[in-house]
């Protein structure tokens, strides 16, 4: 067991069931305890005060999990940072103050947004959780399957896929394994360029629009200026913050749309 001191506003339901990522879920027996995968490794943690005690190495907390969780980061400057761009920015910040951006496994990311499209976050779970045990390694010592890589997904055919049920997603996910296995689309290279580089990049994949592009670059290449936009946040946006527009938050766009995602998905009044 690893334990490393967090920001007092660290909150785990926040951040690892706001739907930036799929395979966490609380424990049965303690609704305070969560369990997940990433990076091949399976995880089960808690807070303790202001303690985050993980089942884990340190090698793995130092190595996995502190980027992962993106514990180096100062979010408190960030949110007030952005509060003080509206006054609804900084409820919706007071709101859910915990929300982390985490720093996923760019292909992870970007094939479980993928399978996204026009799904509700429960059966996203589902999905992504199907294709982890259809096609994923055992991770040792857990009964979770790690995240099929790239070169296991691109050798599939539209056959074997069919059983989990991704509809006409299914094509978009093998041409997306395809393209990057054939170094058609180089996922470490699009970490490295600016975000504008990724944006093209991730379009030339089948079934891959701006909305799907954005959320890849920022839950799987932390390219935290990128604002996911879909008819929900359209809507939130004309609401709640008329005239303003993504590139208006800056660098931190990203952590702004999770804010304004939130509050309006726990504020369904305001938009009767």
């Known amino acids: 067991m690893s334990g490393v001191q967090i920001p007092a506003e660290f909150d785990l339901p926040q951040t690892l069931d706001c739907g930036q990522a799929f395979r966490w879920r609380p424990t ?7 369990c997940g995968a990433a990076y091949g490794r399976y995880l089960t943690l808690r807070r303790v005060g202001n303690q985050l005690e993980l089942d884990c190495s340190q090698g ?11 514990l180096s980061e100062d979010y408190a400057r960030i949110r007030g940072e952005l509060s003080g761009l509206s006054p609804v920015l900084k409820e919706a910040a007071e709101f859910a103050p915990g929300i982390r951006i985490l720093r996923q496994e760019p292909w992870e990311a970007l094939c479980s947004f993928i399978m996204s499209q026009n799904n509700n976050i429960s059966r996203i779970k589902g999905l992504v959780n199907n294709f982890c045990r259809m096609f994923g390694g055992q991770i040792p010592g857990t009964g979770m399957r790690s995240f099929p890589g790239p070169e296991t997904v691109a050798a599939l055919s539209l056959e074997e896929l069919e059983p989990l049920r991704s509809g006409y997603r299914a094509p978009y996910i093998l041409d997306a394994a395809r393209k990057v296995v054939e170094g058609e689309i180089d996922l470490q290279r699009i970490v490295r360029e600016p975000t504008g580089y990724g944006r093209e990049e991730l379009r030339k994949i089948k079934g891959v629009g701006p909305k799907v592009a954005e959320c890849a670059l920022l839950y799987g290449f932390h390219k935290t200026e990128c604002f996911p936009m879909d008819v929900w946040m359209k809507r939130a946006m004309a609401q709640l913050l008329p005239g303003m527009a993504p590139e208006d938050f800056g660098p931190n766009a990203g952590l702004a749309q999770q804010y304004i995602f939130h509050y309006s998905r726990r504020h369904p009044e305001l938009f009767l």
């Open 60 to 70: 793995d907390m130092d190595g996995v999990w502190r980027a992962y969780f993106d």
């Open 28 to 34: 049965p027996e303690d609704s305070e305890t969560w």
